[in-house]
């Protein structure tokens, strides 16, 4: 996916730089790629964790299983 987050809301969802609205099913795959991909982009876990709606260590933890398995799938 080559969208960029925007933001996120508190009802779970998150608008992409393309207007493209996905629902935050906790922590489907496709979110968790996006997660990683925003940590890849930014290097700021703060700032991903708000706009995602998720803890900073939500991200750390995604980053560290991408290290480890190349993969942040379930």
Not at 18 to 38: H, M, S, T
Not at 56 to 63: A, D, I
């Amino acid at each position: 996916c080559n969208s960029v987050l925007k933001s996120a809301s508190p009802n779970n969802t998150a608008l992409l730089d393309k207007g493209i609205v996905i629902k935050l099913d906790y922590y489907n795959n496709e979110v968790r790629k996006l997660l990683v991909e925003a940590w890849n982009k930014t290097h700021n876990a703060k700032k991903i964790a708000e706009r995602f709606s998720v803890n900073t260590s939500t991200v750390y933890r995604l980053k560290k299983r991408m290290r480890e398995t190349s993969s942040v799938e379930t």
